[in-house]
C-alpha cells in the first residue's frame, strides 16, 4: 500500500517499481478515473505494457468528454437535450443564446456536479463558465438545455465483457432534475413510473452503455418529462459511484465484488448472489420493502453559506432506511441523519397557524429548495396549499406528497385523541415510521411511557431479511432491518451461553465524523472477535460504509442509532454487552442512556464517560489531579458570564458538553459578542449550561490517542498541530511525531495521558487535547472514545490501536511489547484536511474552533517536509515552484510578524503582488519590485486581483485578517473575503494563519533541492 497523491507522477513511479500487468480505474472515483485517463494519453500504460480492467479507455473518454457522450447517446438511439459541448467564454454564449435561458453548465471530468451550475442570465452564465472551465481536466464544460421539473430517474447497470447487462437497481429522486443526485432524497425502487415508462429507460439503459463498452458497473441517468414520455440520457458514470454503493446497500447485490470479478474475466452467469448463495449474479434483484437515502447537510458551521441546492452537490454524507412504506422510511431517514428532528412532524418546536406572510415564505422555500425542503413541503401542506400547488413551485411527484400528507393526517390523529393512549392509532402511527419520542410529545407523556404502554399492547418491531429476490429465494445472510409492517422475524436470535455483544456504529458521514469511525467500528468487530467474542451485530444506518457490509459481523442491522431502536434490537438480541466507544459522538452519547436501561457497557463505565464529556465534572477532576487548564466557570446565567469573561479577560471560549466537531463553539472577544451569542445559539439555563473558559492566544495544540485496560496506559503517539490552538484539531495539519516540542514538554504530556486515563478508570480508546504555551501544558479536553486520528496513528505506528482497545474493553491487559512504539519509528506522518468550499458557495476558508473539514489525507516521508509536500499534493493543493504570490496582511503586528516569510518568499524570486497598505509595509522595510494591486471591490482600478486570479497570475495567495477570529464572527471585511472566495472558486492555495504560511513557503523551498520518496507504507515505519 502506497500512502501517495494520485496523480499521474507518482502512480508512474510506483508503476515503474511495481511493475504491474494490468490496472483497475472503476473504483476510486472520479479521482481514480481522471487519473487513468491521464496516464493513458500520456503514454504510461503503452510504455510499461498495462492493460486496462473493466471499461476500456474509450469507455470512459465516452462517458466522461460531453461531446463524446452526446454523439454516442444519438448513435445508441437514446435521446438527449439541446446541448454544446463548449471550450471558451465566447462559445458558451453563442450556446446558450441558441437554447434560449435558463441553461445548466456540467463540467467535464469533475465530481459531484463541481464548478457547475444554472444560469439565468449572461452575467450567471460567465461566472460559471470561467470556473468550470478552470476545473475540468480538458477544460470543457457542457451548455444544456435546464429541465427541473422533469424526474430524475437512475439506473445502476452491470454489464460483463460478453456483453450480457443486468439492470441491479433502479431509483427515483424525490426532488426532481433540480438538485444534484447527491443532494438528492432518493428511493428505490421508483415509485411513480409507470410499466412502460419503467422499461423503456430500462432499455435506453442498456443501449446506452452497450454501446459505451461498459465493463463492471456503472450508473446511468435520465431526466423524465412528467407530463409526457419524452425523456433524455444525462450522463453515465463509468464507475462505481455514491450512487452504486446506495444501490448495493439496497439490493444486497454488492456491486463492488461483482464488477471486480467482471473485470478479471467472469460472466454474469459465472458469478454467485452472495445473499441467496443458488442464483447467479445475472438474476436482477427485485424488492419487498422501499429503501430510501436522505443527505446530511452541515451547513451551520459555514456563516456565509448558501444553502440552496442546485446542480452542485454540497452534502457530506447520507442515510438509508429500510422499511415496508415511503412514510415508514422518510420517518427513520430524518432520525438517522441526526439533526435534532425526531421525524417529519411531532418535532419539538410543534408549528403554529402560518399568516399571509408565512405563505409568500413557503412559496419561495419550494421554489427555492435548500436542506429545509422537507419540512417546507410539510409547512406548505399545513397552510392549505393544495398538492397541486405544491408540485407545480417544488416539482416534487403529487404521489410523494400525498404520501407525506398521509404523515401529516395521522400526526392530527393523534393529537386529536392525546388524552388517551388509542391502540389501533399507535399501531398504525408506527407503520408509518412515529417514533416514541414523537407520540409522547403528541400524547404528553414521556418516551419512556410510550414503550412501556405500546409493549403492553404487544406493538413491537419485528426483523426482516434483505433477501434480494423478494422471497423467492430463501436469503442466507443475516442483513437485517426492523420494521412495525411485518407480523413475524424473519430470523430468531438463539439463546445461547455464548458472549454476545452489539457494536454502534456512527451514522451518517458529516462535519467531525466520518470514514475514521466506520474504520473504529469494523477494526473493533474483528478485534473482538480475534479476542473470543463468539457472535457480534452492528447497528449503522450508513449506505456509504464498510460497516454496513453484511459479510462484516454476524448480524447487520441497518437501523437508527436512537435509543428506541438499539433497545429493541437489544430485546431481541439479548446482548451480553454494547459498545459505544468506536461509533464517534452519536455511539458515545447514547452511553448514559443505555446504562440507565439496564444495558451493560463493554469497555469504559457510563459514569466515567460523564466524567469526560461534562465539562464541569472533568474540570474538577483535573484540579484534583493538580494538572493544569485554561482558567473556566460553567454558567447557567448570562450576568455570571460576563463577569467571569472580565474577570479573566476576552477572548474566551463558550462552549456546551457531548458536542462533536467543535459544534455551537465560538471564540468571543467583547461583551456584545457574548451577549448575542450566548441568546442566539445556546439557550443558556440551568438546563443548558455552558462552560466558559480563557482562550489563549499563540499557544501550541498538541493530541494524545491512547488505549488503556484501566491499569496500563499505551500511548499510541503524541501528535503536534501545524496550526496553532484557535483552529478545530479536525481542521488543523497535523505531525507525527511532534515537529517542536522539547522532550520535557512530550514526558510531562505523557505523564498528564497516563494520569488522567487511570483516574478516569478508561477500559478502551481514549484521546486527550492539550495546549502548549511558554513551555506550560495545560488540557483542553478528553474523548473517552475511538478519536478522529486513531488511523492515522494505527498506520504511523504499524499498530492497530483499536484491536487493542477491544482486548482492554473486556478486559484483557494490555502487552507491555507495544510500549511506545511511536517513539521508535523513524519517519514522519502528516495528515491534511480537505475542505468543500468550492462547493458551498459563499463560505469563507478563514478556520476557527468549530470543525468545516469533510475529509482528510495522510501521507508519510523520511523527513518532515517529505511527508508534507505529499500531503499537500493528495489534500489537492498545487505546489507552484515559481510564479507569483499575492499578500495581504492586517494589522501592525501581523505584518511584522509576517517579515520573515516574506524575506524567505523574495529569497527563492517569487514576485510578490500586495494590496495598498500591506504593499507599503513590505517597501518600507526594504522589499524592492513589490506590485500594488488593486481590491476586487475597485474593478476599475487596474491591475486588479480579480483579473489576475481568472488570468491565473496569482499561485498562492497568504491572507492574514487583522485577527481571525475577530474577522469571521465580528465584522467581515469584505474584500478580503472576497478575495479569499475567488481563489478557492479558482483551485488557488490561500494560506490564513502565520504557521500554515511557513509551512507551505518552506514545503515549496525543499522541494527545489528534493525530491518525494516513494515507498509502501510499512517502508516508513521501520522501528530503529
Same mark, same amino acid.
Not at 499 to 513: Q, T
Given at each position: 500500500?502506497?500512502?501517495?497523491?494520485?496523480?499521474?507522477?507518482?502512480?508512474e513511479?510506483?508503476?515503474?517499481?511495481?511493475r504491474?500487468?494490468?490496472?483497475?480505474?472503476?473504483?476510486?472515483g472520479?479521482?481514480?478515473?481522471?487519473?487513468?485517463?491521464?496516464?493513458?494519453?500520456?503514454?504510461?500504460?503503452q510504455k510499461?505494457?498495462?492493460?486496462?480492467l473493466?471499461?476500456?479507455i474509450?469507455?470512459?473518454?465516452?462517458?466522461?468528454?460531453?461531446?463524446?457522450?452526446?454523439?454516442?447517446m444519438i448513435?445508441?438511439?437514446?435521446?438527449?437535450?439541446?446541448?454544446?459541448?463548449?471550450?471558451?467564454?465566447?462559445?458558451a454564449?453563442r450556446?446558450?443564446?441558441?437554447?434560449?435561458?435558463?441553461?445548466?453548465?456540467?463540467?467535464?471530468?469533475t465530481?459531484? &456536479?463541481r464548478?457547475?451550475? +444554472?444560469?439565468?442570465? %449572461?452575467y450567471? @452564465?460567465?461566472e460559471? =463558465?470561467q470556473? *468550470?472551465? #478552470?476545473?475540468?481536466?480538458?477544460?470543457?464544460?457542457?451548455i444544456?438545455?435546464y429541465?427541473?421539473?422533469?424526474?430524475?430517474?437512475e439506473y445502476?447497470?452491470?454489464?460483463?465483457?460478453? &456483453?450480457?447487462?443486468?439492470? +441491479?437497481?433502479?431509483? %427515483?429522486?424525490? @426532488?426532481?432534475m433540480? =438538485?444534484?443526485? *447527491?443532494? #438528492?432524497i432518493?428511493?428505490a425502487?421508483?415509485?411513480?413510473?409507470?410499466?412502460?415508462?419503467?422499461h423503456?429507460?430500462?432499455?435506453?439503459a442498456?443501449?446506452?452503455?452497450?454501446?459505451?463498452g461498459?465493463?463492471?458497473?456503472?450508473?446511468?441517468?435520465?431526466?423524465?418529462?412528467?407530463?409526457?414520455e419524452?425523456?433524455?440520457a444525462?450522463?453515465i458514470n463509468?464507475?462505481?459511484?455514491?450512487?452504486?454503493?446506495l444501490?448495493?446497500?439496497?439490493?444486497?447485490y454488492?456491486?463492488?465484488?461483482?464488477?471486480a470479478?467482471i473485470?478479471?474475466?467472469?460472466?454474469?452467469?459465472?458469478?454467485?448472489?452472495k445473499?441467496?448463495?443458488?442464483?447467479?449474479?445475472c438474476?436482477e434483484?427485485s424488492?419487498d420493502y422501499?429503501?430510501?437515502?436522505?443527505?446530511?447537510?452541515?451547513?451551520?458551521?459555514?456563516?456565509?453559506?448558501?444553502?440552496?441546492?442546485?446542480?452542485t452537490?454540497?452534502s457530506?454524507?447520507?442515510?438509508?432506511?429500510?422499511?415496508?412504506t415511503?412514510?415508514?422510511?422518510?420517518?427513520?431517514?430524518?432520525?438517522?441523519?441526526?439533526?435534532?428532528?425526531?421525524?417529519?412532524?411531532?418535532?419539538?418546536?410543534?408549528?403554529s397557524?402560518?399568516?399571509?406572510?408565512?405563505?409568500?415564505?413557503i412559496?419561495?422555500?419550494?421554489?427555492h429548495?435548500?436542506?429545509?425542503i422537507?419540512?417546507a413541503?410539510?409547512e406548505s401542506?399545513?397552510?392549505?396549499l393544495?398538492?397541486?400547488?405544491?408540485?407545480?413551485l417544488?416539482?416534487?411527484?403529487?404521489?410523494?406528497?400525498?404520501?407525506?400528507?398521509?404523515?401529516?393526517?395521522?400526526?392530527?390523529?393523534?393529537?386529536?385523541?392525546?388524552?388517551?393512549f388509542?391502540?389501533?392509532?399507535?399501531?398504525?402511527?408506527?407503520?408509518?415510521?412515529?417514533?416514541?419520542?414523537?407520540?409522547a410529545?403528541?400524547?404528553?407523556?414521556?418516551?419512556?411511557?410510550?414503550?412501556?404502554?405500546?409493549?403492553?399492547?404487544?406493538?413491537?418491531?419485528?426483523?426482516?431479511?434483505?433477501?434480494?429476490?423478494a422471497?423467492?429465494?430463501?436469503?442466507?445472510?443475516?442483513?437485517?432491518?426492523l420494521?412495525?409492517?411485518?407480523e413475524?422475524?424473519?430470523?430468531?436470535?438463539?439463546?445461547?451461553?455464548?458472549?454476545?455483544?452489539?457494536?454502534?456504529?456512527?451514522?451518517?458521514?458529516?462535519?467531525?465524523?466520518?470514514?475514521?469511525?466506520?474504520?473504529?467500528?469494523?477494526?473493533a468487530?474483528w478485534?473482538?472477535?480475534?479476542n473470543?467474542?463468539?457472535e457480534?451485530?452492528?447497528?449503522n444506518?450508513?449506505?456509504?460504509?464498510?460497516s454496513?457490509?453484511?459479510?462484516?459481523?454476524?448480524?447487520?442491522?441497518?437501523?437508527?442509532?436512537?435509543?428506541?431502536r438499539?433497545?429493541?434490537?437489544?430485546?431481541k438480541?439479548?446482548?451480553?454487552?454494547?459498545?459505544?466507544?468506536?461509533?464517534?459522538?452519536t455511539?458515545?452519547?447514547?452511553?448514559?442512556?443505555?446504562?440507565k436501561?439496564g444495558?451493560?457497557i463493554?469497555?469504559t463505565?457510563?459514569e466515567?464517560?460523564?466524567k469526560?464529556?461534562?465539562r464541569?465534572?472533568?474540570?474538577?477532576?483535573?484540579?484534583?489531579?493538580?494538572?493544569?487548564?485554561?482558567?473556566?466557570?460553567?454558567f447557567?446565567?448570562?450576568?455570571e458570564?460576563?463577569?467571569?469573561?472580565?474577570?479573566?479577560?476576552?477572548?474566551?471560549?463558550?462552549?456546551?458538553s457531548?458536542?462533536?466537531?467543535g459544534?455551537a463553539?465560538?471564540?468571543?472577544?467583547?461583551?456584545?459578542?457574548?451577549?448575542?451569542?450566548?441568546?442566539?445559539?445556546?439557550?443558556?439555563?440551568?438546563?443548558?449550561?455552558?462552560?466558559i473558559?480563557?482562550?489563549l492566544?499563540?499557544a501550541?495544540?498538541?493530541?494524545?490517542?491512547?488505549v488503556?485496560?484501566?491499569n496500563?496506559?499505551?500511548?499510541?503517539a503524541?501528535?503536534?498541530?501545524?496550526?496553532?490552538?484557535?483552529?478545530?484539531?479536525g481542521?488543523a495539519?497535523?505531525?507525527?511525531?511532534?515537529?517542536?516540542l522539547?522532550?520535557?514538554?512530550?514526558?510531562?504530556?505523557?505523564?498528564y495521558?497516563?494520569?488522567?486515563?487511570?483516574?478516569?478508570?478508561?477500559?478502551?480508546?481514549?484521546?486527550?487535547?492539550?495546549?502548549?504555551?511558554?513551555?506550560?501544558?495545560?488540557?483542553?479536553?478528553?474523548?473517552?472514545?475511538?478519536?478522529?486520528?486513531?488511523?492515522?496513528?494505527s498506520?504511523f505506528?504499524?499498530?492497530?490501536?483499536i484491536?487493542?482497545?477491544?482486548?482492554?474493553m473486556?478486559g484483557k491487559s494490555?502487552?507491555p511489547?507495544?510500549?511506545?512504539?511511536?517513539?521508535?519509528?523513524t519517519g514522519?506522518?502528516i495528515?491534511?484536511?480537505?475542505?468543500?468550499f468550492?462547493q458551498?458557495e459563499?463560505?469563507?476558508?478563514?478556520?476557527?474552533?468549530?470543525?468545516?473539514?469533510t475529509?482528510?489525507?495522510?501521507?508519510?516521508?523520511?523527513?518532515?517536509?517529505?511527508?508534507?509536500s505529499?500531503?499537500y499534493?493528495?489534500?489537492?493543493y498545487?505546489?507552484?515552484?515559481?510564479?507569483?504570490?499575492?499578500?495581504?496582511?492586517?494589522?501592525?503586528k501581523?505584518?511584522?510578524?509576517?517579515?520573515?516569510?516574506?524575506?524567505?518568499?523574495?529569497?527563492m524570486?517569487?514576485?510578490?503582488?500586495?494590496?495598498?497598505?500591506?504593499?507599503?509595509?513590505?517597501?518600507n522595510?526594504?522589499?524592492?519590485?513589490?506590485?500594488?494591486?488593486?481590491k476586487?471591490?475597485?474593478?476599475?482600478?487596474?491591475?486588479?486581483?480579480?483579473?489576475?486570479l481568472?488570468?491565473?497570475?496569482?499561485?498562492?495567495?497568504?491572507?492574514i485578517?487583522?485577527?481571525?477570529t475577530i474577522?469571521?464572527?465580528?465584522?467581515?471585511l469584505?474584500?478580503?473575503?472576497?478575495?479569499?472566495?475567488?481563489?478557492?472558486?479558482?483551485g488557488i492555495?490561500?494560506?490564513?494563519?502565520?504557521?500554515?504560511?511557513?509551512?507551505?513557503?518552506?514545503?515549496?523551498?525543499w522541494?527545489?533541492?528534493?525530491?518525494?520518496?516513494i515507498?509502501?507504507?510499512?517502508s516508513?515505519?521501520?522501528?530503529?
Amino acid at each position: 500500500m502506497y500512502p501517495l497523491p494520485i496523480n499521474t507522477n507518482y502512480v508512474e513511479r510506483v508503476i515503474e517499481a511495481e511493475r504491474p500487468d494490468s490496472i483497475m480505474l472503476g473504483f476510486g472515483g472520479q479521482t481514480a478515473l481522471n487519473c487513468g485517463v491521464s496516464l493513458h494519453e500520456q503514454g504510461i500504460l503503452q510504455k510499461y505494457g498495462i492493460t486496462v480492467l473493466g471499461t476500456p479507455i474509450r469507455g470512459i473518454n465516452i462517458t466522461e468528454d460531453r461531446q463524446q457522450f452526446k454523439e454516442a447517446m444519438i448513435k445508441s438511439e437514446v435521446p438527449v437535450l439541446q446541448s454544446f459541448a463548449v471550450n471558451s467564454l465566447q462559445e458558451a454564449f453563442r450556446a446558450a443564446k441558441d437554447i434560449g435561458y435558463p441553461v445548466i453548465i456540467r463540467v467535464a471530468y469533475t465530481l459531484g &456536479g463541481r464548478g457547475g451550475g +444554472v444560469a439565468h442570465n %449572461e452575467y450567471e @452564465l460567465q461566472e460559471i =463558465v470561467q470556473r *468550470g472551465l #478552470n476545473l475540468s481536466m480538458v477544460h470543457q464544460v457542457l451548455i444544456e438545455r435546464y429541465v427541473g421539473h422533469w424526474k430524475q430517474i437512475e439506473y445502476e447497470v452491470m454489464r460483463d465483457y460478453n &456483453g450480457n447487462s443486468v439492470v +441491479v437497481c433502479n431509483m %427515483e429522486n424525490v @426532488l426532481a432534475m433540480r =438538485v444534484h443526485t *447527491g443532494d #438528492n432524497i432518493v428511493i428505490a425502487p421508483s415509485q411513480t413510473l409507470n410499466n412502460y415508462e419503467y422499461h423503456m429507460l430500462r432499455s435506453a439503459a442498456i443501449r446506452a452503455t452497450s454501446y459505451c463498452g461498459i465493463v463492471g458497473e456503472c450508473n446511468i441517468q435520465f431526466a423524465l418529462d412528467p407530463t409526457s414520455e419524452q425523456f433524455a440520457a444525462i450522463e453515465i458514470n463509468a464507475r462505481l459511484s455514491r450512487s452504486s454503493a446506495l444501490a448495493s446497500k439496497a439490493t444486497g447485490y454488492p456491486l463492488a465484488y461483482m464488477a471486480a470479478k467482471i473485470a478479471l474475466g467472469y460472466s454474469l452467469p459465472e458469478l454467485i448472489n452472495k445473499i441467496t448463495k443458488a442464483t447467479t449474479a445475472c438474476f436482477e434483484p427485485s424488492l419487498d420493502y422501499v429503501v430510501l437515502k436522505m443527505p446530511r447537510w452541515d451547513f451551520s458551521k459555514f456563516e456565509l453559506v448558501k444553502r440552496k441546492l442546485g446542480s452542485t452537490m454540497k452534502s457530506v454524507g447520507e442515510v438509508m432506511a429500510i422499511g415496508r412504506t415511503f412514510e415508514e422510511v422518510v420517518q427513520k431517514a430524518i432520525r438517522m441523519c441526526d439533526i435534532g428532528k425526531d421525524g417529519l412532524v411531532a418535532n419539538a418546536n410543534l408549528s403554529s397557524q402560518s399568516t399571509a406572510e408565512d405563505i409568500e415564505r413557503i412559496e419561495q422555500a419550494l421554489i427555492h429548495p435548500t436542506d429545509e425542503i422537507i419540512f417546507a413541503v410539510v409547512e406548505s401542506i399545513k397552510a392549505g396549499l393544495t398538492i397541486s400547488r405544491i408540485n407545480q413551485l417544488s416539482g416534487i411527484d403529487p404521489w410523494f406528497l400525498l404520501k407525506i400528507k398521509n404523515i401529516i393526517d395521522m400526526e392530527d390523529n393523534i393529537l386529536r385523541k392525546s388524552n388517551s393512549f388509542d391502540e389501533q392509532i399507535i399501531r398504525k402511527a408506527k407503520k408509518m415510521g412515529f417514533s416514541d419520542k414523537q407520540l409522547a410529545r403528541c400524547l404528553h407523556l414521556e418516551e419512556m411511557q410510550v414503550r412501556n404502554l405500546r409493549q403492553k399492547f404487544n406493538i413491537r418491531p419485528v426483523a426482516k431479511q434483505i433477501d434480494t429476490l423478494a422471497a423467492e429465494w430463501p436469503a442466507k445472510t443475516n442483513y437485517l432491518y426492523l420494521s412495525y409492517g411485518g407480523e413475524t422475524d424473519d430470523i430468531k436470535v438463539k439463546d445461547s451461553s455464548k458472549s454476545r455483544i452489539i457494536v454502534l456504529g456512527a451514522g451518517p458521514y458529516r462535519i467531525g465524523s466520518s470514514v475514521e469511525f466506520d474504520w473504529g467500528t469494523v477494526n473493533a468487530v474483528w478485534g473482538l472477535k480475534e479476542n473470543g467474542i463468539k457472535e457480534i451485530s452492528v447497528i449503522n444506518c450508513n449506505p456509504e460504509t464498510v460497516s454496513t457490509d453484511y459479510d462484516i459481523c454476524d448480524r447487520l442491522y441497518f437501523e437508527e442509532l436512537t435509543l428506541e431502536r438499539v433497545l429493541d434490537i437489544c430485546e431481541k438480541e439479548r446482548p451480553t454487552g454494547v459498545v459505544t466507544c468506536v461509533g464517534g459522538q452519536t455511539a458515545n452519547n447514547l452511553t448514559p442512556k443505555l446504562a440507565k436501561c439496564g444495558m451493560n457497557i463493554v469497555g469504559t463505565s457510563s459514569e466515567n464517560v460523564d466524567k469526560a464529556e461534562d465539562r464541569a465534572k472533568f474540570g474538577q477532576l483535573l484540579d484534583l489531579l493538580k494538572i493544569k487548564q485554561p482558567a473556566w466557570r460553567k454558567f447557567t446565567s448570562l450576568e455570571e458570564a460576563k463577569e467571569f469573561a472580565d474577570t479573566v479577560g476576552y477572548p474566551v471560549l463558550v462552549r456546551p458538553s457531548y458536542v462533536l466537531s467543535g459544534a455551537a463553539m465560538k471564540v468571543v472577544w467583547g461583551e456584545q459578542q457574548l451577549e448575542g451569542f450566548l441568546t442566539d445559539a445556546t439557550n443558556i439555563s440551568p438546563d443548558h449550561p455552558v462552560v466558559i473558559s480563557k482562550f489563549l492566544q499563540d499557544a501550541a495544540e498538541v493530541e494524545v490517542d491512547a488505549v488503556s485496560d484501566s491499569n496500563e496506559v499505551i500511548i499510541g503517539a503524541i501528535i503536534e498541530h501545524i496550526d496553532n490552538a484557535g483552529v478545530h484539531s479536525g481542521d488543523a495539519i497535523m505531525s507525527i511525531p511532534p515537529w517542536r516540542l522539547d522532550r520535557n514538554t512530550i514526558d510531562t504530556i505523557t505523564d498528564y495521558s497516563v494520569r488522567i486515563g487511570k483516574a478516569l478508570n478508561v477500559k478502551g480508546p481514549f484521546n486527550i487535547q492539550y495546549l502548549v504555551k511558554d513551555e506550560e501544558v495545560l488540557v483542553i479536553e478528553a474523548n473517552v472514545r475511538a478519536s478522529r486520528s486513531m488511523p492515522f496513528v494505527s498506520k504511523f505506528v504499524g499498530y492497530n490501536l483499536i484491536n487493542l482497545a477491544a482486548k482492554a474493553m473486556i478486559g484483557k491487559s494490555l502487552p507491555p511489547t507495544v510500549k511506545d512504539l511511536w517513539l521508535k519509528t523513524t519517519g514522519f506522518g502528516i495528515k491534511v484536511p480537505q475542505f468543500s468550499f468550492m462547493q458551498l458557495e459563499g463560505s469563507d476558508v478563514v478556520l476557527g474552533v468549530e470543525m468545516q473539514s469533510t475529509g482528510e489525507v495522510a501521507c508519510f516521508g523520511n523527513s518532515f517536509y517529505d511527508a508534507l509536500s505529499k500531503a499537500y499534493m493528495a489534500a489537492g493543493y498545487s505546489l507552484p515552484l515559481s510564479g507569483s504570490a499575492l499578500i495581504t496582511v492586517g494589522g501592525q503586528k501581523n505584518k511584522e510578524k509576517l517579515l520573515p516569510i516574506i524575506s524567505l518568499i523574495t529569497s527563492m524570486n517569487y514576485r510578490i503582488m500586495a494590496t495598498e497598505h500591506t504593499a507599503e509595509f513590505i517597501k518600507n522595510n526594504n522589499f524592492n519590485d513589490i506590485q500594488l494591486v488593486y481590491k476586487i471591490s475597485e474593478p476599475d482600478r487596474k491591475p486588479n486581483i480579480a483579473d489576475l486570479l481568472y488570468e491565473r497570475k496569482i499561485n498562492f495567495i497568504i491572507n492574514i485578517p487583522a485577527t481571525s477570529t475577530i474577522e469571521k464572527y465580528v465584522g467581515m471585511l469584505y474584500d478580503e473575503y472576497q478575495i479569499r472566495r475567488k481563489a478557492v472558486e479558482m483551485g488557488i492555495p490561500v494560506l490564513t494563519t502565520f504557521e500554515a504560511a511557513s509551512s507551505f513557503i518552506k514545503t515549496l523551498q525543499w522541494l527545489r533541492d528534493n525530491t518525494p520518496t516513494i515507498m509502501p507504507l510499512k517502508s516508513y515505519i521501520e522501528l530503529e
